[in-house]
């Protein structure tokens, strides 16, 4: 069965440093998203992105936070200088469309830790 | 968003059915139901979804009240496996899932 994958599973860096999270998606699928979830709370849509643009974002997603396709297979989140409140596990997902009955696929996540 | 209540815990015995009720009050005609899990330490994962109808897959049931106000996923005989989160969400097709707090669903064996 076709699945998202992410790379690393877990991160851990030091506050101020960039971080890039890797995600390559089901191959056909259109539409991509970013979601986290720190510790004990629950997820929180960040970012849709299609057609090489983003569609959608939240209040979380600030200047701090970019996506990209940088290839036909790939798509990063990268947050440009980490707080300590980025600390959360980070989820990929990915769809066909964005019409009814299309499930979203969701990856295993990246746990991210910042010291 | 039109929003969802779900109870904030269940529990179930092994082998037993299982119904996890899903208010949504404020669900527009154009709203669809959704339910996902989110099994431990594991990504969410879809379960099934409906709009007016009853619907069936290999994992799950829903009912949805002729009304629309609320729903109920049943699974028909709870595992182990079944352990998990599970996310009503409501939502009209073309705009990302946006999840609540979702019934973590305890099951003893």
């Known amino acids: 069965e076709p699945e998202v994958t992410q790379t690393p599973s877990h991160q851990v860096t030091q506050m101020g440093q960039e971080v890039i999270l890797r995600c390559v998606p089901i191959s056909n699928h259109l539409y991509f998203y970013w979601y986290r979830q720190i510790l004990g709370q629950k997820v929180e849509f960040l970012v849709s992105f299609y057609n090489n643009e983003i569609s959608e974002k939240s209040e979380i997603f600030d200047d701090q936070f970019s996506v990209e396709r940088p290839d036909g297979s790939n798509f990063t989140l990268k947050i440009r200088s980490t707080k300590l409140e980025d600390s959360a596990m980070y989820f990929c997902a990915s769809s066909e469309g964005q019409g009814i009955g299309t499930e979203a696929f969701f990856g295993q996540g990246t746990r991210l830790t910042v010291v | 968003d039109a929003k969802t209540t779900q109870p904030n815990s269940m529990e179930s015995n092994e082998e037993e059915p299982v119904h996890l009720p899903c208010n949504h009050s404020?669900?527009?005609?154009?709203?669809?139901i959704h339910w996902y899990r989110q099994l431990p330490s594991q990504g969410p994962e879809y379960v099934i979804h409906g709009l007016t109808s009853n619907v069936n897959n290999r994992m799950a049931s829903l009912a949805i009240a002729e009304d629309r106000k609320s729903s109920t996923l049943i699974l028909h005989r709870a595992t182990l496996r079944d352990a998990a989160v599970y996310y009503c969400i409501l939502t009209p097709g073309n705009t990302p899932l946006v999840f609540g707090k979702g019934t973590r669903l305890s099951v003893i064996a």
């Open positions: 404020t669900i527009s005609g154009t709203d669809y």
